[in-house]
Nanobody, 125 residues
Framework: QVQLVESGGGLVQAGGSLRLSCAAS????????MGWFRQAPGKEREFVGGISRLGGSTYYADSVKGRFTISRDNAKTTVYLQMNSLKPEDTAVYYCAADSIRLRPGLSRSEYAYWGQGTQVTVSS
């Protein structure tokens, strides 16, 4: 079992930045591949990015590439999502997710067994 708790969401103007955090517990953090997803009202939950167990590899959706950065601190059992140059279309509930099976972050929500409760990010124009 893995427990995940996100924090750091809020309201920001377009062009601004936010950093989301996801604290994990319940399993050796360095054995978990982590992902970030988001879900806007009326839309499917979509992959934002992912990071491998030791942080050596990261993957991003095309829509956020160059603006968002995922990192992790295994000593603090926390994964981060740094979001820069935010746009109104980035408005969504953001979720972190954990996968204890695969080495490479999956792109599909079905590949993640554990989820946080989500944190709201609202970008005003």
């Amino acid at each position: 079992q893995v427990q995940l708790v996100e924090s750091g969401g809020g309201l920001v103007q377009a062009g601004g930045s936010l950093r989301l955090s996801c604290a994990a517990s319940g399993r050796t953090f360095s054995s978990i591949t982590m992902g970030w997803f988001r879900q806007a009202p009326g839309k499917e939950r979509e992959f934002v990015g992912g990071i491998s167990r030791l942080g050596g590899s990261t993957y991003y959706a095309d829509s956020v590439k160059g603006r968002f950065t995922i990192s992790r601190d295994n000593a603090k059992t926390t994964v981060y999502l740094q979001m820069n140059s935010l746009k109104p279309e980035d408005t969504a509930v953001y979720y972190c997710a954990a996968d204890s099976i695969r080495l490479r972050p999956g792109l599909s929500r079905s590949e993640y067994a554990y989820w946080g409760q989500g944190t709201q990010v609202t970008v005003s124009s």
